[in-house]
């Protein structure tokens, strides 16, 4: 298949590698964002060839493991609600609020229903007009353009049933609150290639001086990482910080336009609270004051929504990058994907997911790189 076999070849990835060893003097730690190239890395065992002095720092670039409890648990209320039809991505049906989730509201009566696209949400409010329809929107700035359009089009309609439960976050922030932290160890980003394509470059180079820390926009097969991987230690090597698109069959400097309009059409930036990190400024979109009817926040009058993560559970740990899944005492024992404790472990991307179908036995990688890539 065109740009999918192409950049899993076992032999050019070989060659990758001995580049990386050939050039890395010292030890270094590398961040890849998003959660997609974190299930990549974990399943072909990338991490374990790399050189020693290479470490690689999961980060929390999963948007589902990064939408707050508090919105969670609001989430809950309102789909309880016997008018409301509440609609969602499969993977956040068992991502546990306080004391329950999304398939135990089902399973009480809840009409709560998995969606392929939020579109998909929008002709459900039009097919049950005395009903009202809410879409759980989630993500990063890959998701965001589509949402924006729903609502987009829920004004154009006048469809007044119609609303979206926003929790949308922004990736650059979170890089500059992963440097502003004090035991923040990483010296180099692996960029969330997906989300580039959207909104394009233009914000990294200003964090890449700031921090001094090289930014390269990576994809998410084997070879794209290892070449992400390689470009930002030649960068630490030689002392320079800037940022490189090593993913240019899919990534211009200025985005997508389109949705980039869309964006600012319909979402505000906001402070956004992430599960296990905190409110990082600037962080997130909620809709602008003119859609602000279509917020479901608003619609609804959630108040009163009180929180308690478990406290065995150190997910936020892993999110910042300062755990490996493996390394918490619940993992694989009294948190999996049938009874997780944390969204960590049930989202797609999520980094405790990915060790658990992985390297949950004996720590090491059940599909090596070169097996897999031959599948």
Same mark, same amino acid.
């Given at each position: 298949?065109? &740009?999918?076999?192409?950049?899993?070849?076992?032999?050019?990835?070989?060659?990758?590698?001995?580049?990386?060893?050939?050039?890395?003097?010292?030890?270094? !730690?590398?961040?890849?964002?998003?959660?997609?190239?974190?299930?990549?890395?974990?399943?072909? #065992?990338?991490?374990?060839?790399?050189?020693?002095?290479?470490?690689?720092?999961?980060?929390? #670039?999963?948007?589902?493991?990064?939408?707050?409890?508090?919105?969670?648990?609001?989430?809950?209320?309102?789909?309880?609600?016997?008018?409301?039809?509440?609609?969602?991505?499969?993977?956040?049906?068992?991502?546990?609020?306080?004391?329950?989730?999304?398939?135990?509201?089902? *399973?009480?009566?809840?009409?709560?229903?998995?969606?392929?696209?939020?579109?998909?949400?929008?002709?459900? $409010?039009?097919?049950?007009?005395?009903?009202?329809?809410?879409?759980?929107?989630? +993500?990063?700035?890959?998701?965001?353009?589509?949402?924006?359009?729903?609502?987009?089009? !829920?004004?154009?309609?006048?469809?007044?049933?119609?609303?979206?439960?926003?929790?949308?976050?922004?990736?650059?922030?979170? %890089?500059?609150?992963?440097?502003? !932290?004090?035991?923040?160890?990483?010296?180099?980003?692996?960029?969330?290639?997906?989300?580039?394509?959207?909104? +394009?470059?233009?914000?990294?180079?200003?964090?890449?001086?700031?921090?001094?820390?090289?930014?390269?926009?990576?994809?998410?097969?084997?070879?794209?990482?290892?070449?992400?991987?390689?470009?930002?230690?030649?960068?630490?090597? !030689?002392?320079?910080?800037?940022?490189?698109?090593?993913?240019?069959?899919?990534?211009?400097?200025?985005?997508?336009?389109? $949705?980039?309009?869309?964006?600012?059409?319909?979402?505000?930036?906001?402070?956004?609270?992430?599960?296990? %990190?905190?409110?990082?400024?600037?962080?997130?979109?909620?809709?602008?004051?003119?859609?602000?009817?279509?917020?479901?926040?608003?619609?609804?009058?959630?108040?009163?929504?009180?929180?308690?993560?478990?406290?065995?559970?150190?997910?936020?740990?892993?999110?910042?990058?300062?755990?490996?899944?493996?390394?918490?005492?619940?993992?694989?024992?009294?948190?999996?994907?049938?009874?997780?404790?944390?969204?960590?472990?049930?989202? *797609?991307? #999520?980094?405790?997911? $990915?060790?658990?179908? &992985?390297?949950?036995?004996? +720590?090491?990688?059940?599909?090596?790189?070169?097996?897999?890539?031959?599948?």
């Amino acid at each position: 298949m065109k &740009y999918i076999e192409e950049f899993q070849d076992p032999m050019l990835a070989e060659r990758l590698l001995e580049d990386i060893h050939a050039t890395v003097t010292r030890p270094w !730690a590398l961040m890849e964002v998003c959660g997609g190239q974190t299930h990549s890395i974990i399943r072909h #065992g990338i991490d374990q060839l790399l050189p020693e002095e290479l470490e690689l720092i999961h980060g929390p #670039g999963c948007p589902v493991c990064v939408t707050p409890l508090e919105l969670i648990d609001k989430a809950l209320e309102i789909a309880s609600r016997p008018e409301v039809i509440f609609c969602s991505f499969g993977d956040m049906l068992r991502v546990p609020g306080t004391g329950r989730d999304l398939f135990q509201v089902r *399973s009480q009566g809840g009409d709560v229903r998995v969606v392929y696209s939020p579109l998909d949400a929008l002709a459900l $409010a039009r097919q049950n007009p005395d009903r009202e329809v809410v879409f759980f929107g989630i +993500g990063f700035e890959t998701t965001a353009p589509p949402n924006a359009m729903a609502v987009h089009q !829920a004004a154009k309609l006048g469809l007044r049933n119609f609303s979206l439960l926003v929790s949308h976050v922004r990736v650059p922030p979170a %890089i500059e609150a992963i440097m502003r !932290a004090p035991d923040s160890r990483v010296r180099a980003f692996l960029a969330a290639g997906h989300v580039c394509s959207v909104m +394009g470059t233009e914000e990294y180079p200003a964090l890449a001086e700031r921090f001094e820390v090289p930014i390269v926009v990576t994809g998410f097969e084997p070879l794209d990482i290892l070449e992400g991987v390689r470009r930002a230690v030649r960068q630490l090597e !030689a002392g320079r910080h800037t940022v490189e698109n090593a993913y240019p069959r899919a990534v211009v400097a200025q985005g997508n336009p389109a $949705a980039r309009a869309m964006l600012d059409e319909v979402f505000t930036t906001c402070d956004r609270g992430w599960r296990g %990190i905190g409110v990082i400024p600037d962080s997130g979109w909620r809709l602008a004051p003119r859609y602000r009817e279509y917020d479901a926040e608003h619609r609804f009058s959630v108040e009163g929504v009180t929180t308690k993560e478990p406290a065995a559970c150190r997910s936020g740990e892993v999110l910042q990058g300062l755990l490996k899944p493996h390394e918490c005492e619940a993992f694989g024992t009294t948190c999996t994907p049938r009874t997780p404790l944390g969204a960590t472990m049930v989202s *797609s991307e #999520g980094a405790c997911a $990915a060790y658990y179908l &992985y390297r949950r036995l004996g +720590g090491k990688t059940t599909a090596p790189l070169e097996a897999s890539t031959r599948d």
